[in-house]
């Protein structure tokens, strides 16, 4: 049986599941959850909804140009049951999704490209614009900073970004086991482990 793409969202809606909508024009619109149904009986827009096919397309989120997307396509024709090119289609749908799933990797990859710098610039703009609502350091730890700074060679920011670094690579918890010693009425001792968790904030 053929596996339809919901009208709405564009996801596949399998037979036996979703909904079928036939409109007194005769033409039919399928979808694969009363989510879909629901929202295009409010005559919502599938484009301005971040959750659906049409939005990820228009945002360039997924794969719109590419020559793997035109076996999607529909076909109307019936074809007499041949053997032989039924083994060839299944062999090349097997192919063909593998194709997909590698160009979709690739594709993501690019998009993420330097996302961490954007991140990272962004954060920096951030700190720059709302400096003063930062905690400041003492003179003292300025000084030292500075004095150490110059030793090394470096600026004094990318100093304290290394600081931090190596705090936050530092495990931060350590457990240590106490000792408890409880006295019975009738004069036994008894003991008791108990785990406690330090932190290390140097």
């Known amino acids: 049986m053929r596996i339809e793409s919901c009208y709405f969202c564009g996801r596949p809606a399998y037979p036996s599941k979703g909904i079928t909508f036939v409109r007194n024009d005769a033409k039919?619109?399928?979808f694969c959850r009363s989510k879909c149904h629901r929202n295009f009986k409010m005559k919502r827009n599938p484009r301005k909804l971040k959750w659906t096919k049409a939005y990820?397309?228009?945002?360039?989120?997924?794969?719109?140009?590419d020559s793997i997307l035109l076996f999607g396509a529909r076909c109307n024709e019936p074809i007499r049951y041949n053997r032989e090119l039924v083994q060839k289609t299944l062999a090349a749908m097997q192919r063909i999704s593998e194709i997909r799933c590698r160009r979709e990797r690739v594709f993501y990859k690019r998009r993420m490209a330097g996302k961490r710098e954007r991140e990272l610039a962004l954060a920096r703009e951030l700190v720059a614009k709302n400096k003063h609502l930062l905690p400041r350091?003492?003179?003292s730890e300025k000084k030292r900073l500075e004095a150490l700074a110059?030793?090394?060679g470096v600026n004094v920011d990318e100093l304290v970004e290394a600081q931090l670094m190596a705090a936050k690579n530092k495990t931060r918890a350590f457990g240590v086991e106490k000792k408890r010693v409880r006295v019975r009425v009738d004069g036994g001792v008894e003991e008791e482990l108990e785990e406690v968790v330090q932190m290390d904030l140097d």
């Open 137 to 139: 350091l003492r003179f």
């Open 150 to 152: 110059q030793e090394q």
């Open 56 to 65: 990820r397309r228009n945002a360039g989120k997924e794969m719109v140009v």
């Open 28 to 30: 039919s619109f399928r």
